[in-house]
């Protein structure tokens, strides 16, 4: 299915094309806005939040997905209420001959939730979910160890997890650099999600030597602590 958005679509320039001949403009944006709050939204009340009529709303909706920018639909849920309340990040420093033995190995380990090859001190990162850290220690020393590809591990476990997005989009980057925000089905929503970009913004940013200066050259995984008093004095010198 095919659409050319030259026509259709409020505002806003092209940030890029899809294969199909679809051009990306704030429209569809939007449509992905409203689908990361409720991916199971009807198409009347997706058209009625985008602003457009239903059968764009359909069309758009169908050409995102034939094209692959939506790639599937699926659930989040509480992972506390599975047993699985234990996050943690595993390190891992990689022989460079055997990085295609590597991947097939870990695609064999199904509790790995993510795994990212980096760039830095080690050369990939996996997180993984578990019921306790007996199990993440017996996975690191009886499985990942035993992977011939694998050199080097170094786990970090995760405290707490402030903030998961589904996805993020160009609209959110206009939006936290201050820019005006499409208002919000409830006005309350709306004036505290202003009040709250507002606040982020104006926050400064520590200058080299304070705070993430300082913490500079520490090996990956590993944390400084500064005293407030410390802070506070940085904080005046800068001011």
């Not at 509480?78 to 943690?88: E, N, S």
């Not at 990085?99 to 939730?113: I, N, S, T």
């Not at 001190?121 to 019921?131: L, S, T």
């Not at 505290?192 to 104006?202: E, F, L």
């Amino acid at each position: 299915m095919t659409e050319t958005s030259s026509n259709s679509g409020s505002g806003g320039g092209a940030t890029g094309r899809i294969g199909i001949g679809l051009e990306m403009d704030a429209t569809h944006l939007k449509i992905l806005e409203v689908l990361r709050d409720n991916g199971r939204v009807s198409v009347s009340a997706l058209a009625e939040r985008v602003g457009i009529s239903r059968a764009n709303a359909y069309t758009r909706f169908e050409a995102l997905r034939a094209d692959g920018v939506i790639r599937r639909f699926t659930a989040e849920i509480d992972h506390q209420r599975t047993g699985l309340g234990i996050v943690a990040l595993i390190f891992v420093t990689v022989r460079q001959q055997m990085w295609r033995q590597f991947r097939a190995q870990l695609a064999q380990m199904p509790e790995v939730e993510y795994c990212a090859i980096t760039t830095g001190q080690h050369d990939a990162m996996i997180q993984v979910r578990m019921a306790d850290v007996a199990e993440v220690h017996a996975m690191v020393t009886e499985r990942l160890a035993n992977i011939p590809a694998v050199k080097a591990t170094e786990t970090v476990f995760i405290l707490d997890e402030v903030l998961r997005r589904p996805y993020v989009l160009p609209s959110d980057r206009d939006r936290g650099r201050g820019a005006p925000r499409r208002p919000a089905s409830s006005s309350g929503a709306s004036s505290s999600a202003s009040s709250s970009a507002s606040s982020s913004s104006s926050t400064p940013e520590p200058e080299q030597g304070q705070g993430q200066g300082q913490g500079q050259g520490l090996p990956l995984g590993k944390m400084r602590f500064v005293g407030a008093a410390e802070g506070r004095a940085a904080l005046r010198d800068a001011t």
